[in-house]
Protein backbone atom coordinates (compact mmCIF):
# COMPACT_ATOMS: atom_id res chain seq x y z
CA UNK A 1 0.00 0.00 0.00
CA UNK A 2 1.39 3.62 -1.01
CA UNK A 3 0.63 5.30 2.05
CA UNK A 4 1.94 9.40 2.63
CA UNK A 5 2.24 10.41 6.21
CA UNK A 6 2.59 13.97 6.62
CA UNK A 7 4.04 15.88 9.66
CA UNK A 8 7.31 13.74 11.44
CA UNK A 9 6.40 14.65 15.08
CA UNK A 10 5.49 12.14 17.64
CA UNK A 11 2.53 11.14 15.98
CA UNK A 12 4.33 10.73 12.55
CA UNK A 13 7.09 8.81 13.28
CA UNK A 14 4.88 6.15 15.54
CA UNK A 15 3.11 5.83 12.49
CA UNK A 16 6.12 5.63 10.02
CA UNK A 17 7.94 2.76 12.45
CA UNK A 18 4.60 0.65 12.32
CA UNK A 19 4.10 1.00 9.03
CA UNK A 20 7.24 0.08 7.47
CA UNK A 21 7.36 -2.99 9.38
CA UNK A 22 5.13 -4.99 6.58
CA UNK A 23 7.02 -5.15 3.45
CA UNK A 24 4.08 -4.49 1.19
CA UNK A 25 3.89 -0.53 2.61
CA UNK A 26 5.79 1.83 0.65
CA UNK A 27 6.15 4.96 3.14
CA UNK A 28 6.61 8.38 2.79
CA UNK A 29 6.83 10.82 5.25
CA UNK A 30 7.15 14.52 4.57
CA UNK A 31 7.93 17.11 6.69
CA UNK A 32 10.27 20.70 7.23
CA UNK A 33 13.06 19.56 9.58
CA UNK A 34 15.15 17.76 7.46
CA UNK A 35 17.60 16.52 10.39
CA UNK A 36 15.33 15.03 11.91
CA UNK A 37 13.66 13.25 8.56
CA UNK A 38 17.42 11.88 7.70
CA UNK A 39 17.53 10.46 11.57
CA UNK A 40 14.03 8.91 10.48
CA UNK A 41 15.58 7.73 7.22
CA UNK A 42 18.52 6.57 8.89
CA UNK A 43 16.54 3.60 10.75
CA UNK A 44 13.74 3.07 8.77
CA UNK A 45 12.90 1.93 5.39
CA UNK A 46 10.96 4.97 4.45
CA UNK A 47 11.12 7.53 1.50
CA UNK A 48 11.49 11.35 2.92
CA UNK A 49 10.59 14.44 1.85
CA UNK A 50 11.62 17.77 2.52
CA UNK A 51 9.08 20.79 2.27
CA UNK A 52 5.52 22.24 3.40
CA UNK A 53 3.17 19.18 3.53
CA UNK A 54 0.49 22.36 2.17
CA UNK A 55 2.94 22.65 -0.54
CA UNK A 56 0.85 20.89 -4.15
CA UNK A 57 4.61 20.49 -5.84
CA UNK A 58 6.27 18.77 -2.39
CA UNK A 59 2.41 16.13 -2.38
CA UNK A 60 2.83 15.60 -6.42
CA UNK A 61 7.28 14.71 -5.04
CA UNK A 62 5.98 12.28 -2.26
CA UNK A 63 3.93 10.23 -4.77
CA UNK A 64 0.20 11.70 -4.36
CA UNK A 65 -0.58 10.11 -7.74
CA UNK A 66 -0.37 6.70 -6.90
CA UNK A 67 -1.21 7.26 -2.91
CA UNK A 68 -3.47 4.68 -1.42
CA UNK A 69 -4.03 6.89 1.21
CA UNK A 70 -2.73 9.90 2.86
CA UNK A 71 -2.48 10.95 6.97
CA UNK A 72 -2.24 14.31 7.69
CA UNK A 73 -0.57 14.81 10.79
CA UNK A 74 0.88 18.49 10.97
CA UNK A 75 0.53 20.43 13.67
CA UNK A 76 -1.55 22.73 12.20
CA UNK A 77 -5.18 22.01 11.22
CA UNK A 78 -5.51 24.08 8.31
CA UNK A 79 -2.63 22.78 6.78
CA UNK A 80 -3.81 19.14 7.23
CA UNK A 81 -6.90 20.16 5.86
CA UNK A 82 -5.60 22.03 2.63
CA UNK A 83 -3.39 18.98 2.32
CA UNK A 84 -6.43 16.45 2.01
CA UNK A 85 -8.22 18.91 0.03
CA UNK A 86 -5.21 18.93 -2.79
CA UNK A 87 -5.16 15.35 -2.53
CA UNK A 88 -8.46 14.98 -3.57
CA UNK A 89 -8.58 17.38 -5.92
CA UNK A 90 -5.48 16.52 -8.04
CA UNK A 91 -5.91 12.57 -7.62
CA UNK A 92 -8.68 11.84 -5.84
CA UNK A 93 -7.11 9.89 -3.29
CA UNK A 94 -9.28 6.97 -1.89
CA UNK A 95 -8.34 7.34 2.20
CA UNK A 96 -7.68 11.10 3.33
CA UNK A 97 -7.17 11.25 7.70
CA UNK A 98 -6.66 14.16 9.26
CA UNK A 99 -5.77 15.21 12.17
CA UNK A 100 -7.43 17.91 13.84
CA UNK A 101 -7.37 20.07 17.13
CA UNK A 102 -9.71 23.18 16.70
CA UNK A 103 -13.52 21.97 18.51
CA UNK A 104 -14.97 24.59 15.64
CA UNK A 105 -14.37 22.45 13.17
CA UNK A 106 -15.04 19.22 15.25
CA UNK A 107 -18.55 20.72 15.84
CA UNK A 108 -19.07 21.21 12.48
CA UNK A 109 -19.51 17.30 11.05
CA UNK A 110 -21.30 18.60 8.22
CA UNK A 111 -18.57 20.77 7.15
CA UNK A 112 -16.54 17.20 6.00
CA UNK A 113 -19.73 15.47 4.46
CA UNK A 114 -17.95 15.65 0.79
CA UNK A 115 -19.99 12.46 -0.44
CA UNK A 116 -22.88 14.55 0.33
CA UNK A 117 -22.28 17.74 -0.26
CA UNK A 118 -19.37 18.46 -2.72
CA UNK A 119 -19.00 21.66 -1.80
CA UNK A 120 -17.42 19.91 1.71
CA UNK A 121 -13.93 19.69 2.58
CA UNK A 122 -12.58 16.02 1.85
CA UNK A 123 -11.56 14.45 4.60
CA UNK A 124 -12.88 10.97 5.26
CA UNK A 125 -11.42 10.04 8.96
CA UNK A 126 -10.86 13.44 11.81
CA UNK A 127 -8.95 12.57 14.77
CA UNK A 128 -9.57 14.85 17.34
CA UNK A 129 -5.99 13.81 20.33
CA UNK A 130 -8.35 16.07 22.46
CA UNK A 131 -11.19 13.81 22.71
CA UNK A 132 -9.37 10.75 22.36
CA UNK A 133 -7.62 11.26 25.73
CA UNK A 134 -10.80 12.89 27.29
CA UNK A 135 -12.25 9.32 26.94
CA UNK A 136 -9.20 7.42 27.47
CA UNK A 137 -8.64 9.15 30.97
CA UNK A 138 -13.38 8.96 31.68
CA UNK A 139 -12.55 5.09 31.76
CA UNK A 140 -9.08 5.11 33.36
CA UNK A 141 -11.76 7.08 36.53
CA UNK A 142 -14.42 4.08 35.73
CA UNK A 143 -12.18 1.76 37.24
CA UNK A 144 -10.19 3.15 40.40
CA UNK A 145 -6.35 2.05 40.29
CA UNK A 146 -6.62 0.43 36.21
CA UNK A 147 -3.36 1.38 34.26
CA UNK A 148 -5.02 0.62 31.38
CA UNK A 149 -8.46 0.13 29.85
CA UNK A 150 -9.40 -1.16 25.96
CA UNK A 151 -12.56 -2.10 25.05
CA UNK A 152 -13.16 -5.08 22.39
CA UNK A 153 -16.18 -6.31 20.71
CA UNK A 154 -18.17 -3.52 21.14
CA UNK A 155 -17.38 -3.36 24.89
CA UNK A 156 -18.26 -6.93 25.73
CA UNK A 157 -14.89 -7.78 26.80
CA UNK A 158 -12.05 -5.17 28.42
CA UNK A 159 -8.55 -5.52 28.56
CA UNK A 160 -7.59 -4.34 31.54
CA UNK A 161 -3.90 -3.65 33.62
CA UNK A 162 -3.87 -3.44 37.69
CA UNK A 163 -0.63 -3.37 39.92
CA UNK A 164 -0.57 -6.62 42.26
CA UNK A 165 -0.75 -5.46 46.07
CA UNK A 166 0.53 -7.44 49.34
CA UNK A 167 -2.46 -8.23 50.11
CA UNK A 168 -4.49 -9.24 47.20
CA UNK A 169 -5.79 -12.59 47.47
CA UNK A 170 -4.39 -13.71 43.97
CA UNK A 171 -0.79 -12.77 44.98
CA UNK A 172 0.60 -15.92 45.63
CA UNK A 173 -1.67 -17.91 43.32
CA UNK A 174 -0.64 -19.63 40.03
CA UNK A 175 -2.93 -18.83 36.53
CA UNK A 176 -4.46 -22.01 37.33
CA UNK A 177 -5.72 -21.36 40.85
CA UNK A 178 -7.65 -17.75 39.90
CA UNK A 179 -10.49 -19.47 38.78
CA UNK A 180 -10.92 -21.28 42.34
CA UNK A 181 -9.76 -17.77 43.83
CA UNK A 182 -12.64 -15.68 42.39
CA UNK A 183 -16.12 -15.72 43.23
CA UNK A 184 -18.74 -18.32 41.72
CA UNK A 185 -19.30 -17.17 37.73
CA UNK A 186 -16.46 -14.41 37.70
CA UNK A 187 -14.24 -15.27 34.78
CA UNK A 188 -10.84 -13.94 33.64
CA UNK A 189 -8.07 -14.59 31.08
CA UNK A 190 -4.80 -12.98 32.17
CA UNK A 191 -2.87 -12.38 28.62
CA UNK A 192 0.56 -10.59 30.23
CA UNK A 193 2.05 -10.26 32.91
CA UNK A 194 5.26 -7.10 33.07
CA UNK A 195 7.54 -8.26 36.55
CA UNK A 196 10.25 -5.42 36.61
CA UNK A 197 9.61 -4.45 33.18
CA UNK A 198 9.84 -7.57 31.81
CA UNK A 199 7.47 -9.82 30.34
CA UNK A 200 6.06 -12.91 31.17
CA UNK A 201 3.82 -15.06 29.27
CA UNK A 202 1.72 -16.67 31.80
CA UNK A 203 1.11 -20.37 32.08
CA UNK A 204 -0.62 -22.33 34.14
CA UNK A 205 2.15 -22.80 36.78
CA UNK A 206 3.25 -18.90 36.47
CA UNK A 207 2.36 -17.51 40.23
CA UNK A 208 1.31 -14.01 40.50
CA UNK A 209 3.80 -11.55 42.48
CA UNK A 210 3.67 -8.40 44.16
CA UNK A 211 4.37 -5.48 41.96
CA UNK A 212 3.32 -7.55 39.06
CA UNK A 213 1.62 -5.46 36.08
CA UNK A 214 -1.08 -7.50 35.46
CA UNK A 215 -2.91 -7.23 31.72
CA UNK A 216 -6.22 -9.66 31.99
CA UNK A 217 -9.64 -9.19 29.69
CA UNK A 218 -13.09 -9.76 31.35
CA UNK A 219 -16.73 -8.48 31.13
CA UNK A 220 -16.91 -4.97 32.04
CA UNK A 221 -19.25 -5.65 35.33
CA UNK A 222 -16.78 -8.23 36.74
CA UNK A 223 -13.38 -6.00 36.44
CA UNK A 224 -13.86 -4.46 39.62
CA UNK A 225 -14.16 -7.85 42.05
CA UNK A 226 -10.81 -9.40 39.60
CA UNK A 227 -9.28 -5.93 40.61
CA UNK A 228 -10.06 -6.28 44.46
CA UNK A 229 -8.65 -9.60 44.40
CA UNK A 230 -4.82 -8.21 42.98
CA UNK A 231 -5.15 -5.22 45.30
CA UNK A 232 -6.93 -6.69 48.21
CA UNK A 233 -8.60 -3.61 49.00
CA UNK A 234 -12.05 -2.36 47.37
CA UNK A 235 -10.95 0.70 45.68
CA UNK A 236 -13.52 3.57 45.54
CA UNK A 237 -14.34 5.82 43.21
CA UNK A 238 -12.86 8.99 44.05
CA UNK A 239 -15.45 11.92 45.07
CA UNK A 240 -13.25 14.76 45.05
CA UNK A 241 -11.31 15.47 41.53
CA UNK A 242 -9.27 17.95 41.18
CA UNK A 243 -7.88 18.55 37.26
CA UNK A 244 -4.82 20.86 36.47
CA UNK A 245 -5.49 22.51 33.27
CA UNK A 246 -8.66 24.23 32.21
CA UNK A 247 -7.79 23.58 28.19
CA UNK A 248 -9.76 21.46 26.11
CA UNK A 249 -8.90 18.49 27.58
CA UNK A 250 -9.63 19.81 31.29
CA UNK A 251 -12.90 21.34 30.26
CA UNK A 252 -14.49 18.02 28.66
CA UNK A 253 -13.31 16.44 31.93
CA UNK A 254 -15.13 18.85 34.12
CA UNK A 255 -18.28 18.09 31.84
CA UNK A 256 -18.12 14.76 32.12
CA UNK A 257 -17.46 14.51 36.06
CA UNK A 258 -18.93 17.47 37.78
CA UNK A 259 -22.49 15.73 37.90
CA UNK A 260 -21.59 13.15 40.28
CA UNK A 261 -17.92 13.98 41.58
CA UNK A 262 -17.00 17.42 43.93
CA UNK A 263 -14.83 18.69 40.77
CA UNK A 264 -12.31 21.90 40.91
CA UNK A 265 -9.81 22.85 37.99
CA UNK A 266 -6.69 25.10 38.64
CA UNK A 267 -6.49 27.22 35.80
CA UNK A 268 -3.46 29.96 35.10
CA UNK A 269 -4.86 31.80 32.66
CA UNK A 270 -7.63 34.71 33.63
CA UNK A 271 -9.36 35.15 30.77
CA UNK A 272 -9.67 30.93 30.21
CA UNK A 273 -10.44 30.49 33.97
CA UNK A 274 -13.77 33.23 33.47
CA UNK A 275 -14.50 31.13 30.47
CA UNK A 276 -14.78 27.91 32.10
CA UNK A 277 -16.92 29.46 35.37
CA UNK A 278 -19.14 30.52 32.04
CA UNK A 279 -19.83 26.87 30.85
CA UNK A 280 -19.33 24.89 33.73
CA UNK A 281 -22.23 24.28 36.16
CA UNK A 282 -21.27 22.40 39.36
CA UNK A 283 -17.38 22.28 39.07
CA UNK A 284 -15.23 25.07 41.02
CA UNK A 285 -12.60 27.22 38.99
CA UNK A 286 -9.81 28.51 40.50
CA UNK A 287 -7.10 31.16 38.98
CA UNK A 288 -3.96 30.17 39.59
CA UNK A 289 -0.85 28.16 39.47
CA UNK A 290 -0.68 24.70 39.78
CA UNK A 291 2.85 24.06 40.66
CA UNK A 292 2.41 26.52 43.53
CA UNK A 293 2.40 24.59 46.73
CA UNK A 294 0.64 26.89 48.88
CA UNK A 295 -2.47 27.25 46.76
CA UNK A 296 -2.75 23.28 46.48
CA UNK A 297 -3.13 23.05 50.64
CA UNK A 298 -5.13 26.22 50.41
CA UNK A 299 -7.79 24.20 47.79
CA UNK A 300 -8.07 21.01 50.48
CA UNK A 301 -5.94 18.90 48.11
CA UNK A 302 -5.93 16.83 51.17
CA UNK A 303 -9.51 16.00 50.67
CA UNK A 304 -8.71 15.09 46.83
CA UNK A 305 -8.85 11.41 45.71
CA UNK A 306 -8.22 12.12 42.23
CA UNK A 307 -5.72 14.51 40.42
CA UNK A 308 -5.61 15.26 36.66
CA UNK A 309 -2.82 16.65 35.19
CA UNK A 310 -3.68 17.94 31.65
CA UNK A 311 -1.83 21.23 31.15
CA UNK A 312 -0.10 21.98 27.74
CA UNK A 313 3.20 21.43 28.73
CA UNK A 314 4.68 18.25 30.62
CA UNK A 315 6.98 19.96 33.01
CA UNK A 316 3.75 21.81 34.43
CA UNK A 317 2.36 17.85 34.40
CA UNK A 318 4.86 16.23 36.02
CA UNK A 319 5.93 18.87 38.88
CA UNK A 320 2.29 19.37 39.58
CA UNK A 321 1.18 15.31 39.93
CA UNK A 322 4.59 15.28 41.99
CA UNK A 323 3.83 17.79 44.14
CA UNK A 324 -0.31 16.46 44.72
CA UNK A 325 1.58 12.62 45.33
CA UNK A 326 3.78 14.23 48.12
CA UNK A 327 0.79 16.13 49.93
CA UNK A 328 -1.15 12.80 49.61
CA UNK A 329 -3.28 12.27 46.86
CA UNK A 330 -4.06 8.60 46.15
CA UNK A 331 -4.19 8.62 42.49
CA UNK A 332 -2.44 10.76 39.71
CA UNK A 333 -3.01 10.71 36.05
CA UNK A 334 -0.46 13.07 34.60
CA UNK A 335 -0.55 13.81 30.27
CA UNK A 336 2.94 13.52 29.53
CA UNK A 337 4.07 12.99 26.20
CA UNK A 338 7.94 13.69 26.11
CA UNK A 339 9.07 10.03 26.68
CA UNK A 340 12.47 10.94 27.76
CA UNK A 341 10.49 12.78 31.03
CA UNK A 342 8.79 9.30 31.44
CA UNK A 343 11.67 7.11 31.36
CA UNK A 344 12.81 9.33 34.34
CA UNK A 345 10.15 9.18 36.84
CA UNK A 346 10.53 6.16 39.33
CA UNK A 347 7.84 3.58 39.73
CA UNK A 348 4.61 4.85 41.49
CA UNK A 349 5.73 8.76 41.36
CA UNK A 350 2.80 9.10 39.11
CA UNK A 351 0.15 6.14 38.83
CA UNK A 352 -0.61 6.79 34.81
CA UNK A 353 1.10 8.65 32.61
CA UNK A 354 -0.52 8.75 29.73
CA UNK A 355 0.06 10.45 26.42
CA UNK A 356 -1.83 11.84 23.33
CA UNK A 357 0.22 11.51 20.74
CA UNK A 358 0.31 7.85 21.46
CA UNK A 359 -3.43 7.35 21.92
CA UNK A 360 -3.89 9.18 18.58
CA UNK A 361 -1.47 6.37 16.61
CA UNK A 362 -3.60 3.83 18.76
CA UNK A 363 -7.08 5.43 17.40
CA UNK A 364 -5.30 5.94 13.75
CA UNK A 365 -4.18 2.13 13.87
CA UNK A 366 -8.08 1.09 13.23
CA UNK A 367 -7.98 2.85 9.83
CA UNK A 368 -4.79 1.04 8.66
CA UNK A 369 -4.91 -2.38 9.65
CA UNK A 370 -6.68 -4.69 6.88
CA UNK A 371 -10.59 -5.09 6.91
CA UNK A 372 -10.42 -8.46 9.42
CA UNK A 373 -8.88 -6.14 12.07
CA UNK A 374 -12.04 -4.86 14.53
CA UNK A 375 -9.54 -3.23 16.76
CA UNK A 376 -5.79 -2.66 17.23
CA UNK A 377 -3.93 -0.80 19.79
CA UNK A 378 -0.39 -0.13 21.00
CA UNK A 379 0.46 -0.64 25.02
CA UNK A 380 3.45 0.31 27.23
CA UNK A 381 4.42 3.08 24.61
CA UNK A 382 4.56 0.36 21.67
CA UNK A 383 6.31 -2.50 23.62
CA UNK A 384 2.90 -4.65 22.87
CA UNK A 385 0.26 -5.01 20.68
CA UNK A 386 -3.38 -5.76 21.60
CA UNK A 387 -6.38 -6.50 18.72
CA UNK A 388 -9.31 -8.21 17.68
CA UNK A 389 -9.34 -10.23 14.33
CA UNK A 390 -12.48 -11.82 12.42
CA UNK A 391 -11.81 -14.97 11.34
CA UNK A 392 -13.77 -15.53 7.56
CA UNK A 393 -13.42 -18.03 5.05
CA UNK A 394 -14.09 -21.96 5.76
CA UNK A 395 -12.04 -24.88 7.06
CA UNK A 396 -10.95 -25.44 3.77
CA UNK A 397 -9.30 -22.08 3.07
CA UNK A 398 -8.77 -21.04 6.65
CA UNK A 399 -5.33 -22.09 8.56
CA UNK A 400 -6.98 -21.64 11.91
CA UNK A 401 -10.89 -22.47 11.42
CA UNK A 402 -12.29 -25.85 12.80
CA UNK A 403 -8.85 -26.38 14.93
CA UNK A 404 -8.38 -26.01 18.73
CA UNK A 405 -6.31 -23.23 20.16
CA UNK A 406 -3.91 -26.19 21.48
CA UNK A 407 -3.40 -27.31 17.70
CA UNK A 408 -2.69 -23.69 16.11
CA UNK A 409 1.41 -22.61 15.71
CA UNK A 410 0.30 -19.31 17.41
CA UNK A 411 3.38 -17.03 17.23
CA UNK A 412 6.27 -16.61 20.30
CA UNK A 413 4.89 -14.25 23.16
CA UNK A 414 0.96 -13.96 21.68
CA UNK A 415 -1.61 -15.06 23.67
CA UNK A 416 -5.28 -15.71 22.69
CA UNK A 417 -7.57 -13.89 25.46
CA UNK A 418 -10.99 -14.43 24.23
CA UNK A 419 -13.46 -15.50 21.83
CA UNK A 420 -16.41 -13.50 20.89
CA UNK A 421 -18.88 -16.08 18.90
CA UNK A 422 -22.54 -14.45 17.87
CA UNK A 423 -22.05 -12.05 21.35
CA UNK A 424 -21.38 -14.45 23.71
CA UNK A 425 -17.89 -14.34 25.22
CA UNK A 426 -15.62 -17.45 25.39
CA UNK A 427 -12.45 -16.84 27.57
CA UNK A 428 -10.05 -18.79 25.76
CA UNK A 429 -9.27 -22.57 26.49
CA UNK A 430 -6.85 -25.23 24.89
CA UNK A 431 -10.08 -27.42 23.31
CA UNK A 432 -11.74 -24.57 21.72
CA UNK A 433 -12.39 -24.92 18.39
CA UNK A 434 -12.48 -21.51 15.99
CA UNK A 435 -15.30 -21.18 13.60
CA UNK A 436 -15.94 -18.81 10.74
CA UNK A 437 -17.30 -15.50 12.03
CA UNK A 438 -15.24 -15.96 15.15
CA UNK A 439 -13.76 -12.22 16.89
CA UNK A 440 -10.05 -13.51 18.44
CA UNK A 441 -8.58 -11.07 20.67
CA UNK A 442 -5.22 -11.40 20.64
CA UNK A 443 -2.12 -9.55 22.95
CA UNK A 444 1.49 -9.97 21.48
CA UNK A 445 4.02 -9.02 23.82
CA UNK A 446 6.44 -8.70 20.72
CA UNK A 447 5.04 -6.29 17.98
CA UNK A 448 7.75 -7.38 15.65
CA UNK A 449 5.14 -11.42 15.61
CA UNK A 450 1.74 -9.40 14.31
CA UNK A 451 3.25 -9.88 11.04
CA UNK A 452 2.74 -13.48 11.80
CA UNK A 453 -0.33 -13.45 13.50
CA UNK A 454 -1.35 -12.17 9.91
CA UNK A 455 -0.01 -14.59 7.86
CA UNK A 456 -1.31 -17.24 9.92
CA UNK A 457 -4.99 -15.80 9.74
CA UNK A 458 -4.36 -15.72 6.04
CA UNK A 459 -6.27 -17.78 3.51
CA UNK A 460 -4.43 -19.88 1.36
CA UNK A 461 -3.96 -16.80 -1.27
CA UNK A 462 -2.84 -14.44 1.22
CA UNK A 463 -4.67 -10.73 0.89
CA UNK A 464 -3.05 -7.67 0.45
CA UNK A 465 -3.37 -6.37 3.65
CA UNK A 466 -3.04 -2.42 4.87
CA UNK A 467 -0.34 -3.22 7.70
Known amino acids: MNIII ?12 LLSRDPDNDITLVDVDTTHLQKLQD ?8 GHASDPAILEEAGLEMADMLIAVTRSDETNLVACQLAYLLHKTQTKIARIRNTAYLNRPELFDY ?14 PENLVTEHILRLVQYPGALQVVDFADGKVRLVAYRAHRDGRLVGKTVQEIKATLP ?15 VVIPSGDTTIEVGDEVFFLARPEQIETIAQALRGTKVSRSRHIM ?15 EKDHIVKVIEQNLSRARYLAEHLDHAIVVQGDITDKELLLDE ?8 IAVTNYDEANIISSLLAKKLGVKRVISLINNNTF ?3 LHLNQIDVAISADQITTNRLLHYLREGDTVRAVTLRRGAAEAMEVVLHGSENSSQVIGKRLIDIPWPEKVTVGAIVRNGEV ?10 AEDHIILFAADPRTVDKVYTLFAPEQPRKRWF
Request: proline content about 4%; cysteine-free; charged content about 20%.
Open 426 to 435: LFARKDLELE
Open 6 to 17: LGAGQVGSSLAT
Open 43 to 50: HLDIRTIA
Open 184 to 198: PGVETRIVAIYRRDE
Open 243 to 257: IAGGGNIGLALAQAL
Open 342 to 344: IDL
Open 300 to 307: NIDEVGLF
Open 115 to 128: RNNPDAMPVDVLIS
